[in-house]
């Protein structure tokens, strides 16, 4: 059976002690947090908690991966601010890209998250590419993607299942680079099951669920 993908995507939310706090709880549902086999976790925090979350997720035997959340178009050098692949890839294998919030609230472009994409493949960091509908662009490189319908974002109202599905076949038929198509939206550990359990959707990616550790067992479980 394919591992699916279980992704936090944390957004601009926890400190390092609220880091550390989220970790004490998760570790009291030890069977749940062992028995993974076929779910690949993965965490992606904001910058800042990568080197943090790296020495707990070790120190604590969690099996869980990391992610970053953005990364520099650019390589290392006189980019004030930016954090590069480079970077990232001494703490997490993942990096999200091209995030609605990010082409929304930052003007990113479908040039500047193809530099993105690019820079990831050139320091083997795997990208997870959010696509927002059907006609969104997805560079060549890329090889999983994250279907995130706007609507869908932090409203409580999730896609359907059927509809996520649809999407994730047409993305595979257009590009036979696409391994992997994911659903975020709204994702609970209520609705995550209805995503998981059809054929073409690889995993889910959850906002604001994943911040409460308890409702993140529990999707890891139900997934
Ligand atoms: P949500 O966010 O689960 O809070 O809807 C998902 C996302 O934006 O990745």
């Given at each position: 059976?394919?591992?699916?993908?279980?992704?936090?995507?944390?957004?601009?939310?926890?400190?390092?002690?609220?880091?550390?706090?989220?970790?004490?709880?998760?570790?009291?549902?030890?069977?749940?947090?062992e028995?993974?086999?076929?779910?690949?976790?993965?965490?992606?925090p904001?910058?800042?908690?990568?080197p943090?979350?790296?020495?707990?997720?070790?120190?604590?035997?969690?099996?869980?991966?990391?992610?970053?959340?953005?990364?520099?178009?650019?390589?290392?050098?006189?980019?004030?601010?930016?954090?590069?692949?480079?970077q990232?890839?001494?703490?997490?294998?993942?990096?999200?890209?091209?995030?609605?919030e990010?082409?929304?609230?930052?003007n990113?472009?479908?040039?500047?998250?193809?530099?993105?994409?690019?820079?990831?493949?050139?320091?083997?960091?795997?990208?997870?590419?959010c696509?927002?509908?059907?006609?969104?662009?997805?560079?060549?490189?890329?090889?999983?993607?994250?279907?995130?319908?706007?609507?869908?974002?932090g409203?409580?109202k999730?896609?359907?299942?059927?509809?996520?599905?649809?999407?994730?076949?047409?993305?595979?038929?257009?590009s036979?680079?696409?391994?992997?198509?994911?659903?975020?939206?709204?994702?609970?550990?209520?609705?995550?099951?209805?995503?998981?359990?059809?054929?073409?959707?690889?995993?889910?990616?959850?906002?604001?669920?994943?911040?409460?550790?308890?409702?993140?067992?529990?999707?890891?479980?139900?997934?």
């Amino acid at each position: 059976m394919k591992p699916l993908l279980i992704i936090a995507n944390w957004k601009s939310n926890k400190t390092a002690m609220e880091a550390e706090e989220w970790i004490r709880e998760v570790k009291n549902y030890k069977q749940e947090v062992e028995n993974i086999e076929n779910k690949e976790v993965i965490i992606c925090p904001p910058f800042t908690l990568l080197p943090i979350l790296k020495t707990l997720f070790l120190q604590n035997n969690l099996k869980f991966k990391l992610g970053a959340q953005d990364m520099s178009p650019f390589d290392k050098g006189a980019y004030t601010g930016e954090i590069n692949a480079r970077q990232i890839k001494e703490f997490a294998e993942y990096v999200i890209i091209g995030h609605s919030e990010r082409r929304q609230n930052f003007n990113e472009n479908d040039k500047i998250l193809g530099q993105k994409v690019e820079m990831a493949a050139n320091h083997n960091v795997s990208t997870i590419y959010c696509v927002q509908n059907i006609l969104t662009s997805v560079p060549k490189e890329v090889k999983v993607i994250a279907y995130e319908p706007i609507f869908a974002i932090g409203s409580g109202k999730p896609d359907t299942p059927q509809s996520a599905k649809e999407v994730s076949i047409a993305f595979k038929e257009k590009s036979s680079n696409i391994e992997k198509v994911i659903y975020g939206g709204s994702v609970t550990s209520e609705n995550v099951n209805s995503f998981t359990k059809e054929d073409g959707i690889d995993g889910v990616l959850i906002g604001g669920a994943s911040l409460n550790p308890q409702e993140f067992i529990k999707i890891i479980k139900n997934a």
